[in-house]
């Protein structure tokens, strides 16, 4: 049993500022329960405190995680907003289920059930797997209506490429019918790993017609890695133009781990779109130092053009730093948030505190 948390920060800070992911392996003997309650306070006051309280209980090959999001209530402590419970069994190896309810409270504080996500995934001999996903919503009577059916097949097409292709079906007005495909390539040969993805949508005759296109090259080198991705969206005119190109560098030596990752975009604050004519728009970098007793601390800068004058280039717009050690039966973290105020300083905006504990009966 292992378990590890990720946390992914960008420009734009989502809800409460840090995603926690967990992993395990699905063949789980022994009863295992693992609780992480997350705490984030936008000091700003623009958003009221949130929590986001996770519970997962695994045995015997099943999962059962429980994840609710609170905010302070009127009556004191904190409120559930959004619930969601998921249930995972590993059939045998080579097929698993997975069932996610979604619920709401109402003004009584009654659980109402949004969402069911239901997902059949399946290996075969050879590496081909087959994902069937459908999702239903509840309507105004609560009763469960279909409203997404999704089915993914991924089949090797030779030693060093698969391919997966997707099809999305949605209730239209012509009835339940099947509104986006998905077609993405995989080839690895040697350190170089690329993978092409695109997405089509049905035109106004009925055809299935490409609208975007996601390219990437993954090189490892003797330190780490660089990656370097491309986005086309149809521009209208027939033909796919480069939007976006992001170029990530990781690195390690002897100070830590390290990484810069640039984004270039044809939509530039404050100016007209232009396809096909790429500006850098965005810099981050971070760096992380991890210490013999599993403590770690990093810190991140992320530059960006500013709104009003974008010909003047990056300026430094946010500065992250997060500390994580270990605690009583798991893990602690804080991540602090600063944010320029326009004038040359950087007063904190946002303080997220982890607590993750395992516990085994």
């Known amino acids: 049993m292992r378990s590890r948390v990720v946390l992914r920060m960008t420009s734009s800070f989502w809800l409460l500022g840090i995603v926690i992911v967990m992993s395990y392996p699905l063949s789980i003997q022994a009863q295992v329960k693992e609780i992480t309650t997350t705490d984030s306070r936008d000091l700003t006051g623009v958003t009221s405190p949130r929590?986001?309280?996770?519970?997962?209980?695994?045995q015997d090959g099943r999962m059962i995680e429980t994840r609710a999001i609170e905010e302070p209530s009127i009556n004191g402590g904190y409120a559930t907003l959004i619930e969601t419970e998921q249930l995972t069994i590993q059939l045998n190896p080579n097929a698993t289920t997975l069932v996610k309810r979604q619920y709401s409270r109402d003004g009584n504080g009654n659980r109402r059930l949004l969402?069911?996500?239901?997902?059949?995934?399946?290996?075969?001999?050879?590496?081909?797997e087959t994902v069937v996903r459908t999702t239903s919503r509840a309507d105004v009577n609560n009763r469960l209506q279909v409203v997404q059916h999704e089915v993914q097949e991924t089949v090797p097409t030779s030693d060093d490429t698969r391919q997966t292709t997707s099809t999305v079906s949605r209730q239209t007005a012509n009835g339940f019918?099947?509104?986006?495909?998905?077609q993405q390539i995989e080839q690895r040969k040697g350190d170089v790993a690329k993978q092409q993805t695109t997405v089509l949508v049905l035109d106004g005759n009925g055809n299935f017609v490409p609208i975007s296109r996601t390219e990437s090259t993954t090189t490892k080198t003797?330190?780490?890695q660089t990656k370097d991705e491309r986005t086309y969206r149809d521009t209208g005119l027939g033909n796919m133009t480069v939007v976006q190109r992001d170029v990530a560098t990781e690195f390690k030596d002897a100070q830590g781990t390290h990484g810069i990752t640039q984004t270039y975009s044809a939509f530039v604050p404050g100016a007209s779109p232009d396809p096909g004519s790429l500006v850098l728009v965005q810099q981050v970098s971070t760096s992380r130092q991890t210490a013999p007793d599993g403590s770690s601390q990093s810190e991140q800068q992320i530059q960006a053009i500013s709104l009003g004058n974008p010909a003047s280039g990056l300026r430094l717009a946010t500065l992250i730093a997060e500390v994580s050690q270990p605690a009583s039966n798991g893990r602690m973290q804080r991540q602090i948030v600063r944010s320029s105020d326009g004038n040359g300083a950087f007063p904190v905006?946002?303080?997220t505190d982890s607590h993750q504990t395992r516990i085994v009966p």
């Open 115 to 128: 969402e069911v996500t239901e997902e059949q995934r399946s290996t075969a001999a050879g590496g081909g």
């Open 349 to 351: 905006v946002r303080v």
């Open 51 to 58: 929590r986001v309280v996770v519970t997962r209980t695994g």
């Open 177 to 182: 019918q099947p509104v986006q495909r998905s």
């Open 222 to 224: 003797a330190s780490g």
